[in-house]
């Protein structure tokens, strides 16, 4: 199973060290996990250019239903408010289900590994 995310953030002075590291040990139950954090993006959130945070996970049988990802945003908003400062209204996070063709690794696709 394999899960990725990014996630935007206006003011890179703000990034704790090791949010990339932090970011990963939600859920431990994921054995390949990519984390891409930017920061120095332009980002208006629900109108407002104050310091906010958009975290895209994509996931091959990890985050295809609603139940899966409301607890998959409940631990992820904790890591995200808590290293961020940021209140909740200000961090969205989208969910992709992804399938195993979709990715590919070491010249195949995750159907075949």
């Known amino acids: 199973r394999l899960r990725s995310w990014s996630w935007t953030q206006p003011a890179a002075e703000r990034l704790p060290p090791g949010l990339a590291q932090t970011l990963c040990a939600p859920p431990r139950n994921i ?5 891409t954090v930017r920061s120095g993006l332009s980002m208006v959130l629900s109108g407002s250019a104050e310091p906010c945070a958009q975290l895209v ?10 139940e899966q990802n409301q607890r998959h945003s409940a631990r992820f908003f904790d890591v995200l ?3 961020l400062g940021l209140g909740q209204e200000r961090i969205v996070i989208r969910f992709y289900p992804l399938e195993p063709w979709q990715i590919g690794k070491n010249r195949t696709v995750m159907t075949f590994l």
């Open 31 to 35: 054995a390949r996990v990519n984390v």
């Open 81 to 83: 408010m808590a290293q």
């Open 57 to 66: 996970v994509s996931s091959i049988g990890v985050v295809g239903t609603a």
